[in-house]
């Protein structure tokens, strides 16, 4: 079975700041990782994915994360964060040939002016 | 595209009482997503349909759940009797595929008293 921990429940930062939030995954076989987001009362968004290929992905609002097979870790992060990327992020975790995405407890990233 | 519907946006139930969660995923999504977040617990996948046919319900907390899909733009979700500890935000989520972003509703804030 998988799992996805994410060890830091909150992350303050300020402005323009940069900012890594940590995931790390157990499986004992190939996965595919996701980020996610979620703003206050709203769904979870995807921020980026990977499936294969490069180790390092692109995402949107100017995210990055890296795929580290060795480490089993899929940490996020961007070079200098905005006050609107206060937010709730979730790394999760699935495999080929299954539809169960598990996520983990989430991240609260809270940017300071 | 309207997106993932979910309705209704807040339900405050007394105990015992029956609760229905209505989802209406995106057109031409073949895979259906029922989770819920706690506090807690995080994200918790409760079930999943694929061309409206239950695949697991492995997460289903107990058999005062259950989740019908009787076609591809409608999904419910009913508990029966509710208890306090239900209260949570469920979700629906919807794909089109395997290791596809999930498209998340905005959820429903269930408050059982």
């Known amino acids: 079975a998988q799992s996805v921990t994410q060890l830091d429940s909150q992350v303050p930062v300020f402005e323009e700041a940069p900012v890594e939030l940590r995931c790390n995954y157990s499986s004992s076989v190939s996965v595919y990782l996701f980020w996610y987001v979620q703003y206050p009362n709203q769904g979870l968004q995807l921020l980026l994915k990977y499936l294969s290929g490069s180790t390092l992905v692109k995402g949107i609002n100017g995210f990055e994360a890296e795929f580290n097979k060795s480490q089993t870790s899929f940490h996020l992060r961007k070079p200098s964060v905005h006050i609107s990327d206060t937010a709730e992020y979730f790394c999760?975790?699935?495999?080929?040939?299954?539809?169960?995405?598990?996520f983990g407890t989430g991240t609260r990233l809270k940017v300071l002016a | 595209d309207a997106g993932v519907i979910q309705s209704p946006r807040h339900e405050v139930t007394e105990m015992g009482q029956e609760v229905t969660l209505r989802c209406k995923p995106i057109s031409g999504h073949d895979y259906l997503f029922w989770y819920r977040q706690t506090m807690m617990r995080g994200l918790e996948l409760l079930i999943y349909f694929n061309n409206n046919v239950p695949i697991d319900d492995s997460g289903m907390p107990e058999d005062r759940f259950s989740a019908k899909m009787p076609n591809a733009s409608f999904s419910t979700l009913k508990i029966q009797p509710s208890e306090p500890r239900d209260s949570a935000v469920y979700f629906c989520a919807s794909s089109t595929g395997t290791n596809e972003k999930l498209f998340f509703g905005s959820g429903t804030q269930l408050s059982v008293l």
């Open positions: 999760a975790v699935t495999t080929s040939g299954t539809y169960k995405y598990i």
